[in-house]
């Protein structure tokens, strides 16, 4: 009844919502779905970066280069990897933190404020901090090595510590938002069921297992799918730290792409490795509709 | 047991004092009611004597033992709440089981797999699911032990609620106005439930509500609080009949006591609308002040005759309600001067009346009463004289 | 008793420790600021020399264009937030108030572009600003931004118009309010709060978009902060103190907005999506 009256106060012209809405739908057509269209048609060509407009017809030629190369499943897995540890990491570290700053202690509000700040930082920042902190010779990381005993590590120059040195500086940039996010469902578990908890006689951790874990569940199932999403369209910090190293440590998917154009020049492989990208992109997200139904069911 | 005592309690909420001084007993297998308007402190003092809340000061003893510092586990109490408070995705048979299950857990049952194993065989135990059905078949649930609290309705989340009270056998009841958010009907029909619960387990319950028809209705004792401190302690009818104060007064009773003011000269009363009469047949109010009020209850009135002597009302609302009527009055004018008219109250009484009299708004009638039956307040404080 | 104290001076040290490694790097910034040459190399000390702290502005004294970048990301910032906000009040509107065909539609294409990798589209994006001769200018910088960022700022802000009780609408409309009226004096200022949120985003992510500011951006001039800040990475000419100095005046303003805005971020941010 209540949104059959809204529509009819508020909403009585067929013609008005049209307008409301038609300035950013035609703005994204523009702007997103066009160039989108048009990269799905140049990775079907051999275009080139200088002149895209000449570039022919070549089938799925770019594809199979793409698949036969095993540079591609490289990228994948180093997607992957990366996605998995920075989802996994922050998620992990952003609820910690939020369980910690949820009840009440002293200077919480400097605390909170303090855990807040890496997210505000722009990319850029973080990047030019973070290869000064692993910086080989004089970087602090290494002072910190060296004096725990574990001497001197290339962070940013060993292909074995490249995925682990941009994994930390990235769940660092990003677990604030999940500790926001978290902090926020935490705050609005339903005290009552706390009391029942107790009276049942419930220990903490029982509580929390009985009464916060599920209330939480939705939130996180949420927020990792886009960190998820978001780790894989990262690009500012792993090609500003590592270039895609070292030796291809850290090599993701988006950042071929980048280097395929704008190094390479070959717009057309970069286009069809962009739609590989995007069709990972798609099957995370199906995957996590998937499971979401069938935890429904349950 | 237990027979509760309260020392002299009180509760702040960092400055805010939210408990007055608090005194007074419990006794075993009492029902007990704690009765205020919205935000006079009952839900926290139940959650005192519960001990989800700290006590700042004064003392709570459950037979003489005394009760603040140990956690709600150790109490031995079982826990309503307005919102039923069930876990939403257990089943209701687990919600019921999970006292029992706390009960048996030790610390080393929260590792992986321990926990879970030790879950499932503490569950399976013939004993335990014997009780859990009792518990279930008491409370009609045994339809339903396999649903999600998602999937019942409000009566049903209630006895759910109940069950998983019950299960543990406690030896102290307390309830946080379970019924406020059933609809009308189901809430009588709850309040017999629960009124039956009371009479077969035989325990000591205590009742939060804002309902003063609950409270009659149930309780064996009340506790009538305002602003954190208590108004009235007795058994309903000794708040009923003898109201300490002007609160409790006008709490109690619906429609609540009439509250005249009313000015004194040894046995003559004289009310704001300038009739006086004479006291014939109850006592004064042992003050030396000219200015009282004088309180009585709609159906200790009567309604005169207009050629008998009474107060002359003008009658304002009628209300019918088949077996009785409320009538709704104003104190007219006796004297025809401007001075008293601007004196004259504009306020309601009532006066409750036979289903089938015939009167109508504009009426104009005589009213009358038996001294005795009138209670006496003083004008500042409000309390009784 | 003992046991509550004992948990909660172990919660403190746990949130301290946490808080010093969110703060390190940052504090590293300044650190590094402040620090003069010969301290950084062979062991940089945990506390610069506090002589004078102004130093760490000292990027202003060098002949390093800091003005000109600044200046060149605050026009694409600027840009992006008012385009965005523009269109996002509109569609926002429209969405939280209204049924259409196709309003289904439209409320997924929003959040699936929030999954398209920028650099996928980049690619055609900068084919697509070539042939407008969009490129190397703030214009097509601003259009590249907004395309990316308007969604979040739509959902923004029709969660903050969804939790507009309509009653108020309608009384506005009986009052005789035209139906633009409506949007702009009564729907705007009751969602100002989760407005600011959006357009503290927008601000920013305009102001630190490198991807973009690098690709279409070849004339130095015209190069962003970002851009800037980034092109210190690999040489060895510019005094870490600069760097560091130039990096922290570039990140001022992001730590100031995001702080004081803090709360109503994350509640535009969250709302609709923290199941109760």
Not at chain 2, 87 to 106: E, S
Not at chain 2, 231 to 243: F, R
């Amino acid at each position: 009844m209540a949104k059959l009256k809204r529509e009819i106060i508020v909403g009585e012209s067929r013609i008005y919502p049209y307008f409301f809405v038609s300035f950013a739908t035609i703005y994204l057509i523009l702007f997103t779905s066009i160039p989108l269209l048009r990269g799905f048609w140049y990775s079907f060509t051999d275009s080139l970066l200088l002149n895209p407009r000449e570039g022919k017809l070549v089938g799925t030629k770019n594809y199979k280069e793409l698949l036969d190369n095993p540079e591609f499943y490289n990228s994948l897995s180093k997607t992957i990897i990366y996605a998995t540890l920075v989802v996994i990491g922050s998620v992990a570290l952003g609820t910690i933190a939020a369980i910690a700053i949820n009840e009440k202690l002293p200077g919480r509000a400097l605390f909170r404020s303090l855990l807040t700040l890496p997210w505000a930082i722009p990319g850029v920042s973080v990047v030019l901090v973070f290869i000064w902190i692993y910086n080989y010779d004089s970087g602090v990381a290494n002072q910190f090595s060296s004096g725990l005993g574990f001497g001197q590590k290339g962070w940013l120059i060993d292909p074995s510590l490249g995925m682990f040195s941009v994994t930390l500086a990235s769940i660092w940039k990003v677990f604030p938002f999940i500790m926001l996010v978290v902090l926020a469902a935490l705050q609005s578990v339903p005290e009552e069921l706390r009391e029942a908890a107790r009276v049942d006689g419930a220990d903490r951790l029982n509580i929390f297992r009985t009464v916060v874990l599920p209330h939480l569940i939705p939130t996180l199932r949420i927020v990792s799918l886009l960190m998820t999403i978001w780790s894989i369209r990262r690009f500012e910090i792993i090609y500003l730290l590592t270039g895609g190293g070292p030796s291809g440590a850290t090599n993701n998917i988006v950042i071929n792409v980048y280097k395929l154009a704008f190094e390479n020049s070959e717009l057309g492989k970069a286009a069809a490795l962009g739609i590989l990208g995007l069709l990972l992109s798609i099957t995370v997200t199906l995957i996590y509709f998937f499971i979401d139904k069938r935890q429904e069911k349950n | 047991m237990p027979k509760i005592v309260f020392d002299k309690v009180n509760k702040y909420f960092g400055d805010v004092h939210v408990i007055k001084d608090f005194t007074g007993e419990i006794d075993d297998k009492e029902f007990l009611v704690l009765l205020g308007p919205s935000g006079c402190g009952k839900s926290t003092m139940l959650r005192m004597i519960a001990g989800l809340i700290d006590v700042t000061e004064g003392s709570i003893y459950f037979d003489d033992e005394l009760m603040n510092d140990i956690e709600p586990k150790k109490r031995n109490v079982a826990f309503v709440f307005q919102s039923y408070a069930l876990y939403p995705h257990l089943t209701v048979k687990a919600n019921i089981a999970y006292p029992l299950l706390m009960d048996q857990f030790r610390w080393w049952w929260h590792l992986p797999f321990i926990g879970n194993l030790k879950r499932r065989i503490y569950l399976r135990r013939p004993e335990v699911l014997k009780r859990i059905e009792e518990i279930a078949e008491t409370m009609e649930l045994t339809q339903l032990l396999n649903r999600r609290p998602k999937t019942l309705s409000g009566g049903q989340r209630q006895r759910v609620a109940l069950a998983r009270a019950l299960v543990r056998n406690p030896s102290l009841y307390l309830l946080d106005e379970p019924l406020s958010n059933l609809d009308a009907k189901l809430r009588a029909h709850m309040r017999v439930e629960i009124s039956n619960l009371y009479s077969r387990v035989q325990k000591t319950f205590i009742y939060v509500t804002h309902d003063q028809i609950e409270a009659m209705t149930m309780g064996t004792k009340i506790v009538l609080m305002d602003k954190g401190e208590i108004q009235q302690q007795g058994t309903p009818q000794e708040i009923y009949n003898n109201p300490a104060n002007v609160f409790v007064a006008s709490f109690i009773g619906s429609p609540p006591m009439n509250l005249l003011n009313v000015e004194i000269n040894q046995s003559r009363i004289t009310f704001s609308n300038g009739f006086s009469l004479e006291n014939s047949n109850g006592a004064m109010p042992d003050t030396d002040k000219d200015k009282v009020i004088l309180g009585i209850r709609p159906e200790k009135l009567i309604k005169l005759r207009d050629s008998e002597v009474g107060i002359p009302v003008t009658v304002k609302i009628v209300e019918r309600l088949g077996s009785e009527s409320l009538v709704a009055f104003e104190l007219k004018n006796a004297m025809k001067d401007s001075s008293a008219s601007e004196s004259s109250e504009k306020r309601l009484f009532f006066i409750k009346l036979g289903g089938d009299e015939s009167i109508n708004i504009g009426d104009e009638l005589k009213i009358g009463f038996n001294f005795a039956n009138v209670r006496w307040f003083d004008v500042q404080k409000g309390n009784r004289i | 008793m003992k046991k509550r104290f004992f948990s909660k001076s172990f919660r403190w040290v746990f949130v301290l420790l946490l808080s010093l490694f969110a703060v390190f790097p940052v504090y590293w910034m300044f650190n590094t600021s402040l620090t003069p040459v010969e301290g950084l190399f062979g062991g940089q000390n945990l506390i610069p020399p506090l002589g004078n702290i102004l130093d760490i502005f000292n990027v202003f004294s060098t002949d390093v264009p800091i003005w000109r970048w600044l200046k060149n990301s605050a026009i694409v910032a600027f840009g992006t937030t008012f385009s965005s906000l523009a269109m996002a009040i509109l569609a926002g509107y429209g969405l939280s108030r209204y049924r259409f065909y196709g309003k289904g539609v439209l409320g997924f294409a929003l959040f699936a572009t929030q999954m398209l990798p920028e650099a996928l589209l980049i690619v055609p994006m900068y084919a697509l600003f070539m042939s407008l001769g969009l490129l190397d200018g703030f214009l097509g910088l601003i259009l590249a931004n907004t395309a990316f960022v308007m969604p979040v700022a739509v959902w923004i802000v029709k969660s903050a118009m969804d939790s507009v009780p309509f009653e108020i609408e309608e009384a506005a409309r009986i009052d005789g309010t035209p139906r633009l009226g409506v949007l702009t004096q009564i729907m705007i200022p009751l969602a100002a709060p989760s407005i600011a949120a959006a357009s503290v985003i927008l601000f920013f992510d305009g102001w630190n978009d490198f991807l973009f500011a690098s690709t279409f951006i070849t004339t130095p001039e015209k190069w962003l902060a970002s851009v800037g800040l980034a092109s210190f990475i690999g040489e060895f000419v510019t005094p870490l103190a600069t760097v560091f100095s130039a990096a922290i005046v570039f990140t001022i303003p992001a730590i100031v907005f995001f702080l004081l805005m803090q709360k109503q971020i994350v509640s535009g941010l969250t709302s609709g999506s923290v199941k109760g």
